[in-house]
């Protein structure tokens, strides 16, 4: 009866946006009642109306495509630097930076000619033979890094689950855990893909409900708590723990001071693998080259991917010493792309244009002006302000007047792009390229846009 109530054009354009199918309807409908979704519905809504050239594209997807994502409304056609523009011409700031994937920023000159001229030259041998790339990048990045070996992925779902297969192994063949019992210990609210793997991982309902069976051997311990973890690691049965130094899809969440330093003391204690996911807080995005830097520790292994592949390339790896690498033998694991001389050549690149161009320090100074600025949200809209470097997240407060999609909708308008995480948090990771100019006049827009609806 609610439903019916609600305007025809605004609930066909709902549904096309995936956020919202009839089963759905129908589950909320029987929890929250008619009156709430008839809110969530109507409310969403808000924002500029699409122009039918954006719209026709939304509806394309919605009849071609899969519904298993919720775009925030807008169509982008090009990108340079922090900007993006979309099919009808409008220029946006990027604050989400494809979840950390171009924090140099879109388009950077350096990567493309590099992906270019390797594109021109080998793309793909697989790993049945070698290729003159591979080693070159292997040798820089362990040595950058401080690790004996690499082993190279091309997704950061493929590294993480690359680095559980290590730690089992390990666990068996070195720590002489019973066949088929080996534990990698995970906290809750970690996020590293939508695999079955990380769904059995996960304690978000949203990643794991109807996609059972579930993987054994993933315990669930609370984040930022080393007296659970102690607990869990006097299991002999345990041969890792694999956490975030910051945890990103979560909305940007940071531990204490020292939870990092006690991760390693209490891994070296019970001697277990202390694997750190830095797929999202890695490469700078914090200011710093991994965000375990902020504690001057070193896990036993270190997933790397998005930025890697700086935003032209999918390249992701798992950096490790000898004792865990070489636990795997040849015919044990393997990626068709993996290694290839065109992702290992832009990796190496995208690394440089990091290192080189002074990116971690802009994280670091445009963070605190960022930071700075969000901190001065009026506390009737924001909750909560969290970040590190320029890796930033805003709890908005769930209100009937509004709630973190209408502040990204209207930022949107505004023009700058960010979306909500967990319903409630909004992530502002800009490129790191950006500078004092832009992040002034990006920092106007978000004040602006806050206080708009006090």
């Known amino acids: 009866g609610e439903l019916k109530k609600l305007p025809a054009k605004q609930w066909y354009q709902r549904r096309v946006r995936g956020n919202i199918t009839y089963p759905t309807v129908f589950s909320m409908l029987r929890k929250v009642g008619a009156s709430t979704l008839k809110t969530v519905c109507t409310r969403s809504l808000a924002g500029a109306a699409p122009s039918p050239a954006q719209q026709a594209l939304f509806d394309r997807e919605a009849k071609y495509g899969a519904h298993n994502y919720g775009p925030l409304?807008?169509?982008?056609?090009?990108?340079?630097?922090?900007?993006?523009?979309?099919?009808?011409g409008k220029k946006y700031y990027d604050f989400l930076s494809a979840y950390s994937a171009v924090n140099q920023g879109h388009v950077h000159p350096r990567i493309v000619q590099t992906l270019?001229?390797?594109?021109?030259?080998?793309?793909?041998?697989?790993?049945?033979?070698?290729?003159?790339?591979?080693?070159?990048?292997?040798?820089?990045?362990?040595?950058?890094?401080?690790?004996?070996?690499l082993l190279p992925m091309n997704t950061g779902i493929e590294a993480c689950e690359t680095a559980v297969k290590l730690a089992r192994k390990w666990g068996y063949m070195v720590k002489g855990i019973p066949e088929n019992q080996a534990k990698v210990i995970f906290?809750?609210?970690?996020?590293?893909?939508?695999?079955?793997?990380?769904?059995?991982?996960?304690?978000?309902?949203?990643?794991?409900?109807?996609?059972?069976?579930?993987?054994?051997?993933?315990?669930?311990?609370?984040?930022?708590?080393?007296?659970?973890?102690?607990?869990?690691?006097?299991?002999?049965?345990?041969?890792?723990?694999?956490?975030?130094?910051?945890?990103?899809?979560?909305?940007?969440?940071?531990?204490?001071?020292?939870?990092?330093?006690?991760?390693?003391?209490?891994?070296?204690?019970?001697?277990?693998?202390?694997?750190?996911?830095?797929?999202?807080?890695?490469?700078?995005?914090?200011?710093?080259?991994?965000?375990?830097?902020?504690?001057?520790?070193?896990?036993?292994?270190?997933?790397?991917?998005k930025a890697l592949g700086g935003g032209v390339f999918p390249v992701s790896a798992v950096l490790t010493s000898d004792e865990v690498m070489l636990c795997i033998q040849p015919g044990e694991h393997g990626s068709t792309f993996g290694g290839n001389p065109l992702g290992c050549k832009v990796a190496m690149t995208a690394i440089d244009v990091l290192e080189s161009e002074g990116l971690y320090d802009n994280a670091l100074k445009m963070g605190d002006v960022l930071m700075g600025e969000l901190k001065k949200l009026p506390a009737d809209v924001v909750e909560v302000?969290?970040?590190?470097?320029?890796?930033?997240?805003?709890?908005?407060?769930?209100?009937?007047?509004?709630?973190?999609?209408?502040?990204?909708?209207?930022?949107?308008?505004?023009?700058?792009?960010?979306?909500?995480?967990?319903?409630?948090?909004?992530?502002?990771?800009?490129?790191?390229?950006?500078?004092?100019?832009?992040?002034?006049?990006?920092?106007?827009?978000?004040?602006?846009?806050?206080?708009?609806?006090?």
């Open 385 to 454: 302000v969290r970040g590190r470097g320029l890796f930033c997240g805003v709890v908005i407060r769930e209100t009937e007047a509004f709630n973190a999609w209408e502040v990204c909708m209207r930022l949107r308008d505004a023009g700058l792009l960010a979306k909500p995480t967990h319903g409630h948090i909004v992530r502002f990771t800009p490129p790191l390229v950006i500078n004092e100019t832009e992040m002034e006049e990006c920092t106007e827009i978000i004040c602006n846009t806050i206080s708009s609806f006090l």
């Open 116 to 149: 270019t001229e390797q594109a021109h030259t080998l793309t793909l041998t697989s790993r049945a033979f070698y290729n003159n790339v591979l080693g070159e990048y292997e040798e820089y990045m362990t040595k950058l890094f401080g690790f004996d070996k």
């Open 73 to 88: 409304p807008v169509a982008l056609a090009r990108a340079q630097g922090v900007n993006v523009w979309d099919v009808d």
């Open 187 to 305: 906290p809750t609210e970690n996020f590293w893909g939508r695999s079955i793997a990380a769904c059995s991982s996960s304690s978000d309902p949203t990643c794991y409900t109807n996609f059972g069976p579930f993987t054994p051997g993933f315990p669930l311990i609370p984040y930022n708590d080393l007296a659970a973890l102690e607990e869990q690691l006097q299991d002999p049965t345990v041969c890792a723990y694999m956490a975030e130094p910051i945890q990103g899809e979560a909305g940007v969440v940071i531990p204490d001071e020292g939870y990092l330093r006690g991760i390693r003391a209490l891994c070296d204690k019970y001697n277990v693998l202390w694997i750190a996911d830095e797929v999202q807080s890695g490469l700078g995005r914090t200011g710093k080259r991994i965000a375990c830097d902020w504690e001057n520790v070193k896990p036993d292994m270190l997933t790397l991917g």
